[in-house]
C-alpha cells in the first residue's frame, strides 16, 4: 500500500473559509484604496503648497517663459485654478479618471500618451527579473537548505552573497563592458535595433537580445536575498514534525523536498517578494540609464533633466499605482498559499 504523502491545510466548511476570504479581500482593498487617497491628496496638494503661483509650481518658471499669456490662461482654466479648492480637486479627480495626468511641454502631448510609450517595456524588465530570480532563487534556496553544509550548498551561499554586494547598476557595468564591448554578442543600448525592420519571431528575437543584459543584471543583484531567505526557512522547517511525520510515512524524498518543505517555504518568500517590488521599481531606474533602455527609468531621467513637472508627478503616479496594486495581487497570492489566512479576518 503506497503511502499517503498529501497535504491538506483547509479546515472549516466552504461556506466559512469563503465569507473569511471575503472578508480578508475586502479588508486589504480598503486599506489599499486608503493609501491610494492619500497619494492623490499629496499629489494634489503639494504643488499648491510651494511659493508662487500653482501655475509655476506646476510647470516651472523655465516652461512658463516660453508660453505665450493666452497658453496660461488656458491652462489656468483647465487646471480650475482660478476656483476654490473643492472644485480644483473635482476637477484633478475627473482628470485622473478620465486618465489626464497633463501636458508635457517637453514631449508636447499628453503625459498618459508618453508614460504608455515607455511603461511596456520597464513592465517587461520588471516582471521577467522578478519572475527568474524569485523562481530561481526558491529551487536554488530549497536545494542548498535540504542539502544544507555540502559543498553545493557552501558555493552557491559564498557565490551569491558576494554578487548581492554589489549595486545592480554595477554589474550592469561589468556586463555591459564583458558582453557588449569586449565580446560584441549583446547590444549596447536601446530595446531595439533601429530602422532594423523586424518582424514577427525576429522582432521577439531582438527584443531578447537587448533586454539580456539589463534583465541579468537585475536578476542576478535580486537572486542571493530570495536564496537566502528559502534556504533558512527551509533549514528550520527540516525539524518541523510534519516532515518528520511525512517521512515516517515513508514519502519519497522528492515528494518531501518540494510538497512539503518546498511549499512551506513559499509563504515568507511570498512577503518578501511583495516587500522588494518597491525596490525593484527602484533599481530599475538606474538601470534604464545605464543601457539606454526606452522605459519609465530613462523618461523620468529625461523629464526631471528638462524640470517637466507634470511628466515627472504623472511618472511618480503611476509608478505607486503599480506597486500598490502588484502588492494587493500579492496579498492574494499569499491567502492562496497559506488558507489560515483567511480564518484571522
Request: with cysteine; net charge neutral; charged share 10%.
Amino acid at each position: 500500500m503506497s503511502a499517503d504523502c498529501s497535504i491538506s491545510i483547509e479546515s472549516g466548511s466552504p461556506h466559512s473559509w469563503k465569507g473569511n476570504a471575503a472578508r480578508f479581500i475586502t479588508q486589504r482593498l480598503l486599506n489599499y484604496l486608503i493609501a491610494l487617497g492619500a497619494i492623490f491628496s499629496l499629489n494634489f496638494i503639494l504643488p499648491r503648497l510651494m511659493p508662487s503661483d500653482p501655475l509655476h509650481a506646476i510647470y516651472g518658471d523655465v516652461a512658463l517663459v516660453a508660453m505665450t499669456d493666452e497658453m496660461q490662461a488656458h491652462l489656468i482654466r483647465q487646471l480650475s485654478l482660478d476656483k476654490s479648492w473643492w472644485d480644483q480637486m473635482l476637477a484633478y479627480l475627473l482628470g485622473l479618471l478620465q486618465g489626464d495626468l497633463g501636458f508635457s511641454y517637453y514631449y508636447r502631448d499628453q503625459v498618459s500618451l508618453v508614460i504608455l510609450g515607455a511603461l511596456p517595456w520597464t513592465l517587461l524588465l520588471v516582471g521577467l527579473a522578478l519572475i527568474i530570480a524569485t523562481a530561481i532563487g526558491i529551487i536554488l534556496g530549497i536545494e542548498s537548505g535540504y542539502n544544507r553544509g555540502s559543498s553545493l550548498d557552501r558555493g552557491l551561499v559564498a557565490s551569491l552573497m558576494f554578487l548581492s554586494g554589489f549595486p545592480d547598476f554595477f554589474i550592469g557595468v561589468l556586463l555591459l563592458l564583458i558582453f557588449a564591448v569586449s565580446l560584441d554578442v549583446l547590444p549596447l543600448s536601446g530595446a531595439t535595433s533601429p530602422y532594423a525592420g523586424y518582424e514577427g519571431l525576429s522582432y521577439i528575437l531582438d527584443v531578447l537580445a537587448h533586454l539580456a543584459l539589463p534583465l541579468a543584471s537585475m536578476v542576478l543583484v535580486q537572486l542571493g536575498s530570495i536564496f537566502l531567505l528559502t534556504r533558512n526557512t527551509v533549514v528550520t522547517l527540516l525539524g518541523e514534525a510534519f516532515v518528520l511525520t511525512a517521512r515516517a510515512k515513508g514519502c519519497p524524498e522528492g515528494v518531501i523536498k518540494y510538497a512539503h518543505v518546498g511549499r512551506n517555504s513559499l509563504l515568507p518568500v511570498t512577503t518578501a517578494t511583495g516587500m522588494v517590488i518597491p525596490h525593484m521599481i527602484t533599481r530599475v531606474l538606474f538601470i534604464e540609464i545605464v543601457f539606454s533602455y526606452p522605459g519609465i527609468g530613462s523618461l523620468l531621467n529625461t523629464a526631471i533633466s528638462a524640470r517637466d513637472y507634470p511628466l515627472i508627478q504623472g511618472i511618480l503616479l503611476v509608478v505607486t499605482l503599480t506597486v500598490l496594486t502588484v502588492n494587493f495581487l500579492v496579498d492574494l497570492l499569499y491567502m492562496k498559499l497559506d488558507p489560515r489566512v483567511r480564518y484571522a479576518y
